[in-house]
């Protein structure tokens, strides 16, 4: 297609000339540049007289108003996307000269790429300015006349309407004639259908009551012989049978000079209004009475401060009498609790809203409560002595804010002092704020029960208070959490004396009845700033402090620093990043063999998982495993392990067997003997050949759910090891819970090894019961020939680590399965 040139070639060329002369210019589009080619009759629409050599779809949309530019993104995207089966959209185009033109932009992609993107779009842009002005001034008319019709039908009907909803009818009588007629309205009131007719005689006779008809009469009479309207009360009997108050208003009406001809008037019900007087009446009675018998003092004042009424309970409190009145209120209530119900009045005066204080009564040493209404021209005052709900209220909140099982503060009581405390911190003094909480608490709970670990958070309670000054705030805001606000320091290094001194606090072994036990608390310090007085960062920033000494030194302290923050917002970015890893297939397994000590043979492998995160390069499990614990994402990310693992070890000899880690939250997250069956039944893997290693934090929490799991395992006919052993919070004595199938040792009792001679006690105790219960022994961390002669000679079945290699991926065991490790000696 030429989409530029002078001579009409081809039929093509005459097409596009047509099509230009007519107001509408062509453009053609590259969609994967962005590069757009315009007709000269596309730059004319807009008033250039000169056709650029290139343009692009940037440039494009910034000519596009910018009210209309979403509006036209997003309907070129929907075409993109193959929503429409066109782009069609209206909208506004700069011009050469800065002016706006209304537009209709057509287009269709006639090129897309092999996965359906589009590649080219070819289009047309039509000027219809002058058509969408014609349009629009059309409508207006036409909304013009339409309104000034819609408003004298609306008058009419609203004119019917009042009188309606007033309870109003006209009637007009024409003396010459001796006719009355009644408006729709007044038939209405009179409870008859409406007749296009007069009245007759019978039919008027019978609306009024004898006497009200002579005063009627008489009254019309005297106002035609005075040519005045008149006004007149009287009961009116409805043609259904009831009886109504109306009013009815009359003057006459004849020509210039002369005597009247007719008399025209408006009759209104007003039955309402008279039942709502004689109400109205009758409650202010029952107002007086009702005010008289509360137990408020009431006293309303006028605008200017006067007292106008006072029931009997006021002199109670102002001690005035019936003197009360004509008083003002600052003469009443004088000192404190008078200046502030004067101000408290001045509110309610000026915003129209009602005003409550609570007030401190001198002359009694009594706590009031005061209501102030404005009304609309006076202040009403209702005063009652609330001082045994506000002790009773004290009370509630003091009990509100309490622990119960320390007696110090607890969250809410703390935070509310904490933020009060750092809006009015004082210029020269620092505040640090704690986080603290007790190592290991769940296991002394778990081990020693719910009443022992009570005892262990009061003397920690009592310790922590021990350390502190008078004006430190103490609470316990969790389970075993504490916090402590350091209030009014002289520099922030105190807040770090204090928090040495509370670790020192802690080394002494707590005696509790028959038990001694040694406890420790994760301390987090936070230092707060003048300049930031935001009760919610100082927190997180004392918890990160706190998170930071729990995963490095547990039982010690860590101050906050900028980079703690940091690295937590590297830490919420890898949560992120990991939640997508396994789509973006970063994840990858590798294999560590477990060697048997008799003769070097690969008894099983270890299946380890790594991550390659595609900016940051390989994450240590170390650290993206407890984010993926912390964030439930172990659940996919284990079942996914499973399922690969198992599938690489079906191409395994028989004998081999495959060792996978399950973390605790697994089993709290997932259906895992559920998945085990399912992922053996799909790969065909021998139940014996999978190994489960389990950490021995299952065995110390006695869970109900996780013993039970462990049983369900074992029906599978799956082999239970009991990982990492003697590294945590237990004994030998917690394998009473669930018999496992064998266990594995932790690296750290290895490490001291590094001569024939040295020697590992503790290593040998546990090998040693172990090996007396018949239960197979797999040590870990075995990296120099010695520390592997010495396993050897303790008698452990299977030893694991570096020394036979690094972990393979399954191309690599594959190549250690046939040749063996090349430690096997």
């Known amino acids: 297609m030429t989409l530029v040139g002078n001579r009409p070639d081809d039929f093509t060329d005459i097409v596009n000339l047509a099509v230009e002369e007519s107001g509408t210019g062509i453009w053609d589009r590259d969609v994967v540049t962005g590069e757009i080619r315009y007709s000269r009759g596309w730059w004319r629409i807009l008033g250039y007289a000169e056709m650029p050599a290139r343009s692009h779809i940037e440039a494009a949309y910034a000519r596009v108003h910018p009210d209309d530019l979403d509006y036209v993104r997003q309907t070129m995207q929907d075409h993109f996307d193959r929503r429409t089966a066109r782009y069609e959209v209206e909208h506004r185009l700069r011009c050469a000269d800065g002016s706006y033109k209304w537009v209709l932009s057509r287009g269709m992609v006639v090129e897309r790429d092999i996965a359906g993107r589009p590649v080219r779009m070819v289009g047309t842009t039509t000027d219809i300015t002058t058509l969408r002005t014609l349009a629009e001034e059309l409508a207006r008319e036409k909304a013009e006349a339409r309104f000034r019709a819609e408003q004298l039908a609306e008058r009419t009907r609203e004119q019917a309407a009042a009188h309606r909803l007033a309870q109003i009818g006209s009637w007009q009588w024409d003396l010459a004639a001796g006719e009355i007629r009644f408006s729709p309205e007044t038939w209405q009131l009179a409870g008859g259908e409406a007749r296009n007719r007069p009245v007759t005689l019978d039919e008027l006779r019978a609306l009024f009551p004898p006497a009200d008809r002579r005063l009627l009469l008489r009254r019309f009479v005297a106002g035609l012989k005075a040519g005045q309207p008149v006004s007149v009360q009287h009961r009116l009997t409805a043609f259904d049978g009831r009886t109504l108050d109306v009013v009815s208003y009359a003057e006459p009406i004849g020509e210039a000079g002369g005597r009247a001809r007719r008399l025209r008037g408006v009759t209104q019900d007003v039955t309402a209004y008279r039942r709502m007087q004689a109400a109205l009446r009758s409650s202010e009675a029952l107002a007086f009475r009702v005010l008289e018998a509360t137990r408020d003092a009431v006293i309303v004042f006028d605008r200017g401060g006067r007292a106008r009424f006072a029931n009997a309970r006021a002199a109670r409190f102002a001690g005035a009498g019936q003197e009360i009145v004509g008083h003002r209120l600052a003469d009443l209530f004088p000192g404190t609790a008078g200046h502030r119900l004067a ?86 003094r620092a505040m640090a704020l704690i986080c603290a909480d007790v190592n290991y608490f769940t296991e002394i709970n778990d081990s020693f029960g719910h009443g022992v670990g009570d005892e262990v958070l009061k003397t920690v309670a009592r310790r922590l208070k021990s350390c502190l000054r008078p004006r430190d705030i103490l609470a316990r805001t969790g389970g075993d959490e504490f916090m402590i606000l350091l209030n009014g320091m002289r520099r922030p290094g105190d807040a770090t004396t204090l928090a040495r001194r509370i670790v020192g606090a802690m080394e002494e072994r707590f005696e509790l009845g028959d038990l001694s036990l040694r406890i420790s608390l994760s301390i987090g310090l936070a230092i707060a700033s003048l300049a930031d007085r935001d009760a919610a960062r100082l927190c997180r920033h004392a918890d990160l402090a706190l998170y930071e000494t729990r995963t490095e030194a547990p039982g010690s302290f860590r101050v906050f ?230 396993v050897r000679r303790l008698g452990a079945a299977c030893v694991q680590g570096f020394y036979f290699g690094q972990p393979v991926n399954e191309a690599g065991m594959q190549g250690l399965l046939a040749r063996g490790v090349p430690a096997s000696r």
């Open 343 to 428: 101000a408290g009045a001045e509110r309610a005066a000026a915003t129209g809203a009602p005003v409550r204080l609570e007030l401190s009564w001198a002359p009694t040493g009594r706590w009031l409560e005061a209501d102030l209404y404005p009304g609309e021209d006076d202040i009403s005052l209702f005063v009652r002595d609330v001082t045994e709900r506000k002790l009773t209220q004290d009370r509630l909140i003091e009990a509100a804010e309490t622990d119960s099982l320390t007696g110090e503060f607890n969250r809410r009581g703390f935070f509310t002092r904490l933020e009060a405390a750092l809006t009015a911190q004082a210029r020269g």
């Open 561 to 790: 620093t900028p980079a703690m923050e940091q690295e937590s917002l590297r830490k919420r970015q890898l949560k992120r990043d990991l939640a997508d890893a396994l789509g973006r297939s970063e994840l990858e397994l590798a294999f560590q063999p477990i060697v048997r000590t008799a003769d070097g043979t690969i008894a099983a492998a270890e299946t380890l998982l790594r991550w390659n995160h595609p900016e940051q390069g390989r994450i240590p499990p170390a650290e993206f495993i407890p984010l993926a614990e912390e964030s439930g994402l172990i659940a996919p990310i284990g079942a996914w392990v499973l399922r690969q693992a198992c599938a690489a070890a079906c191409r395994w000899p028989e004998a081999v067997g495959l060792s996978v880690n399950v973390s605790p939250r697994q089993i709290e997250l997932a259906d895992l003997p559920a998945l085990v069956r399912d992922v053996l039944e799909a790969t065909e893997l021998a139940p014996r050949r999978l190994h489960l290693e389990i950490t021995e934090t299952v065995l110390v929490s006695r869970n109900r759910h996780y013993l039970a799991t462990l049983h369900r395992l074992r029906e599978l006919g799956v082999r239970l090891v009991l990982d990492d052993f003697g590294t945590g919070y237990s004994s030998l004595a917690q394998l009473d819970a669930f018999r496992f199938d064998a266990m594995k040792i932790d690296q750290s009792f290895l490490r001291r090894i590094r001569a024939e001679t040295d020697e590992t006690p503790i290593l040998n105790a546990i090998v040693g019961m172990a090996t007396a219960i018949r239960m197979p022994i797999t040590v870990e961390g075995v990296e120099t020939q010695v520390q592997l002669n010495h």
